[in-house]
């Protein structure tokens, strides 16, 4: 699954519809988006990080000095 503009549109869509994190989750879950907590770094929510095996959209606030954070992963 690639990610595209619809899939960061769509997620987006639900992160700006809900104010709670844990409502995110649980309708990107419904939705049959993978999500999980995973270092991010700065950047903040909506933030996309593009690594070797996967990509990573954050859809939640940055915590620890490492800056992990609740986001949908998509593996290339």
Known sequence: MKTTDANYKEIMNVVNKHNRVINRENELM???Y??????????G??????LKNEIRIQIGYGHTG???ASCIIIKK
């Open 34 to 43: 993978c999500v999980a907590e995973r270092r991010m770094g700065s950047g």
């Open 66 to 68: 490492n800056n992990y």
């Open 30 to 32: 419904e939705m049959g």
């Open 45 to 50: 929510v909506g933030q996309i990080k593009n």
